[in-house]
Every structure is written in structure tokens, then in C-alpha cells.
């Protein structure tokens, strides 16, 4: 975890996993390097916030795989759910719901799953598409705790590869390119 630059309440707080994914953000606002996963994400933007320094809001910038052909380009994420813990078996064992999808405010964008596994097998791939468009690892846990700390958030997602064989050599490729796409997205929401 790494934070740069200061928070202040006028200002979003940028949050990525990564610092290739925040290379061409300039340093105009505050930037949470988080690490990759869902742990390092959720203790990382808990731990700031904890502190009491409020965003004005949260926009969690950073890459996702395809599960589906077509899509590319940069999207803000409508919901977001969480592919690798067994929601329906914990129902039925506890009678409680953990990890229901979240829903942000965004009509018609895609639908991002958040799990601890880089997608590249083409059979995970597969089964992830049948309920979401995009997969990252980060996005879930960072909207749990935006959502939990009552800070406004949004999920923007580029398209770095399709999830699947090979899913890891395209992202290194990809990365920089991604990077300047999120970064010219910023700029033009006017940050």
C-alpha cells in the first residue's frame, strides 16, 4: 500500500492496484496504490479511510479482462459481484447472504466480477461469462468499503486482453497503453 499525495474532501481519491496502471495519471490528485487482490485493496482503502480522511469520492481506475469478444475500450462498471466465494452455499449453510452483487449508479454498463484468480483459462473464462462482462481482481473489495465508509465511488475498467490463454503476456503488452486510455478518461471528466 502506497499512498500519494494528500486526501482532502474536494478531490476524488484515485485508487489502482498497480503503478502501471497509474503511470500517466500526473500527481494533481491523490493516488492509493493498493497491491493485486482483494485483501490488499480492501485493507489498503480501509486503512486510509480509517484515518479519517474523506474523498470526495472514490474512482477505482485500473485494467480487466474480457470474458466475451468485443469488448474494448474504457467502461464505468454498473455492478459489480464476486465470483470466488460460494454465495449460495454460505445462504444455505448460515441463512445469511455474503458477497451479494453490488450495484452502482450507472445505467447500462457492464458487469464486472472481482475474484483472487488472474482469469487465463478459457474454461473459467467461459463460466464467468454467463454472468458478467469484464473480470478484475480489485473492484469488489473496493466498492465493499467504499460502500461500507459511505463515500461515493465509481469503477472504471479498461480493457487490457480477453481473460483466457495467454491473458497474462497481452496484459504486460497492454498495460502502458491502458494506462494512457484511464489517465485521458480522467482528464476528460476534468481532473
Not at 485508487?15 to 485493507?43: C, M, R, W
Not at 486510509?48 to 462498471?77: F, K, Y
Not at 459481484?81 to 452483487?101: F, I, K, N, S
Request: hydrophobic share 45%.
Amino acid at each position: 500500500m502506497r499512498l500519494l499525495g494528500t486526501i482532502t474532501p474536494d478531490r476524488p481519491l484515485l485508487v489502482v492496484a498497480v503503478e502501471e496502471e497509474a503511470t500517466h495519471f500526473g500527481d494533481s490528485l491523490p493516488i492509493l496504490l493498493t497491491g493485486v487482490g482483494k485483501i490488499n485493496a480492501s485493507v489498503a482503502l480501509a486503512t486510509v479511510l480509517a484515518r479519517g480522511e474523506r474523498p470526495a469520492e472514490i474512482l477505482n481506475l485500473g485494467t480487466a479482462g474480457a470474458l466475451r469478444s468485443g469488448w474494448e475500450g474504457t467502461h464505468e462498471i454498473a455492478r459489480v459481484l464476486q465470483h470466488d466465494l460460494d454465495t449460495p452455499v454460505l445462504r444455505a449453510l448460515t441463512g445469511r447472504t455474503y458477497g451479494a452483487p453490488i450495484d452502482l449508479d450507472v445505467a447500462g454498463g457492464p458487469v464486472l466480477a472481482t475474484g483472487d484468480l488472474f482469469v487465463s483459462d478459457p474454461a473459467a473464462r467461459d463460466r464467468l461469462a454467463e454472468q458478467a462482462d469484464l473480470v478484475d481482481m480489485e473492484g469488489y473489495a473496493i466498492a465493499t468499503v467504499a460502500q461500507r465508509a459511505g463515500v461515493p465511488l465509481r469503477l472504471v475498467k479498461h480493457v487490457s486482453d480477453e481473460a483466457g490463454a495467454g491473458a497474462d503476456r497481452t496484459w504486460r503488452e497492454s498495460v502502458d497503453s491502458c494506462a494512457k486510455q484511464l489517465a485521458a478518461w480522467l482528464r476528460d471528466q476534468g481532473h
